[in-house]
């Protein structure tokens, strides 16, 4: 079966009904759960941890791979990150709003465009 959001082939299985879309297991999760970069909570526990045991969160090697493309570049676009990274965009959001409750990224918004920086 196809995965009426990625187009993905998957078997029979690993589709599930959402609001009329038959999404795969990746697609569904994403539409259950989707990514928050603002969420207050996720950035206090953040900051809780980085007190509580003095040391900086360990990143992902996709986590580490954006830190070091937005640093060397300043601000960078979510699609071109995509094409950098050939990660699926709801999977570059899930990891943006884990850099951003840390609080090593921002969002910004210049000439009507959405850019990524650092914090």
Request: aromatic share 4%; proline share 5%.
């Amino acid at each position: 079966m196809i995965c009426e959001r990625c187009k993905a082939d998957v078997t029979e299985e690993e589709i599930h009904e959402h609001l009329g879309q038959k999404l795969c297991d990746d697609c569904y999760m994403d539409a259950l759960s989707p990514a928050k970069a603002c969420d207050p909570w996720a950035v206090h526990a953040a900051k809780s941890f980085v007190e509580k045991y003095g040391q900086e969160p360990m990143l992902n090697s996709v986590q580490t791979r954006i830190m070091d493309i937005v640093k060397r570049e300043g601000k960078i676009e979510p699609g071109s990150l995509v094409q950098k990274l050939q990660i699926k965009p709801a999977d570059l959001e899930r990891e943006l709003a884990t850099l951003r409750h840390m609080e090593m990224i921002r969002g910004a918004l210049e000439h009507g465009k959405k850019l990524i920086k650092p914090w």
